[in-house]
C-alpha cells in the first residue's frame, strides 16, 4: 500500500479521534479462525463475492484482493469483482451486494 496504512485492529486507525488505546491488538491466527467458522456452522467455509469500486479510491481492488488472500486461507472462498463506481454506488445502495467497500 505504498506505506499509507497502518494495521488495523478497531474501527479507527491510532492518532484519530475514535481510537482506543486500551483494545489490545488482535493477532492473525489462521487456525483459530477456522475453529471459529466451524463453531459458526461452516466447517468448511463458504463463498462470498466482494464488489469493489475500480475508480473511486486509490488501490481499493488491490486492497480488496490481499483481504479475499487471507479469506482464502481460512476458508471462505472470495471471490472479486471490480467495477465502475456508477455501477458500484447504484447496486450498493440497494443492498445488492454482499459486502460493500468504502472509505473514510
Known amino acids: 500500500m505504498q506505506g499509507g496504512v497502518t494495521v488495523a485492529n478497531q474501527w479507527m486507525p491510532k492518532g484519530s479521534t475514535g481510537y482506543n488505546p ?3 491488538p488482535i493477532p492473525f491466527d489462521a ?3 477456522k ?3 466451524a463453531e459458526a456452522g ?3 467455509g463458504f463463498q462470498i463475492t466482494v464488489h469493489v469500486p475500480t475508480d473511486r479510491y486509490p488501490l481499493a ?3 480488496v484482493q490481499a483481504v ?3 479469506w482464502t ?3 471462505v472462498k472470495t ?3 471490480v467495477v465502475p463506481w456508477a455501477v458500484y454506488s447504484s447496486a450498493a445502495r440497494q443492498n445488492e451486494y454482499a459486502m460493500s467497500v468504502i472509505a473514510w
Open 31 to 33: 487456525k483459530r479462525a
Open 79 to 81: 471471490n472479486v469483482e
Open 73 to 75: 486461507r481460512i476458508g
Open 42 to 44: 461452516y466447517p468448511e
Open 35 to 37: 475453529e471459529l467458522l
Open 22 to 24: 486500551e483494545i489490545d
Open 61 to 63: 481492488p488491490e486492497t
Open 68 to 70: 479475499a488472500q487471507f
